[in-house]
């Protein structure tokens, strides 16, 4: 359940093509500048953000990058999802015992405790998995558009509502 530095990197770096674009091209040189990010780096990441269509390249002089798309159209979880950042806290959480546990195994060589499927597993994995699915709500509900505004003052209420509801929903 950790956001790495490249999936940070990514949603500040969309914001500040957000912030800077006015619908012209913006060089990753700027962006580097501004945000105090490896311009070799970016350059990664901007690769696979096309790849996933939430920036187009525009080349030749005054080239860069723009939005593929609104920024009300491209999520947290769009950009994150791009760079390949899985921050669902359930990913791997399998029904194998620890690697603290030997394996035993019986006469005919079958392992016996090869899975794990304990009341207190089947809790604590459930537990997760409800976590990792209100994560993923927030970060598919709020915006480019949603961050940009509440960077000026004025932010939309709408992925605090829906955040809301959803831990409601996972509570009852």
């Known amino acids: 359940m950790r956001l790495t530095s490249k999936g940070r990197y990514a949603v500040r770096a969309m914001l500040d093509l957000t912030f800077h674009s006015n619908g012209n091209p913006v060089r990753l040189q ?3 500048t501004r945000q105090s990010i490896s311009l070799h780096y970016l350059e990664q990441l901007f690769r ?3 790849t996933g269509k939430v920036v187009k390249s525009v080349r030749g002089p005054g080239g860069g990058y723009v939005l593929a798309r609104s920024m009300d159209e491209i999520s947290v979880k769009d ?3 791009c760079v390949g ?3 669902n806290p359930a ?3 399998l029904n194998v015992p620890s690697s603290g546990i030997e394996i035993m195994k019986d006469e005919q060589g079958n392992e016996l405790n090869a899975v794990v499927d304990t009341k207190e597993f089947n809790l604590t ?3 997760f998995e409800n976590l990792g699915t209100i994560m993923m709500d927030y970060l598919a509900t709020t915006t480019l558009g949603d961050m940009a505004r509440k960077g000026t003052g004025a932010f939309s209420e709408t992925a605090t509502s829906n955040i ?3 831990a409601g929903e996972m509570n009852q």
Do not use: F
């Open 91 to 93: 990913r791997d959480i």
């Open 125 to 127: 994995k459930g537990y």
């Open 85 to 87: 950042e899985n921050i």
């Open 48 to 50: 696979k953000l096309r």
């Open 30 to 32: 700027e962006i580097s």
């Open 79 to 81: 950009v994150l999802d």
């Open 164 to 166: 809301r509801s959803a």
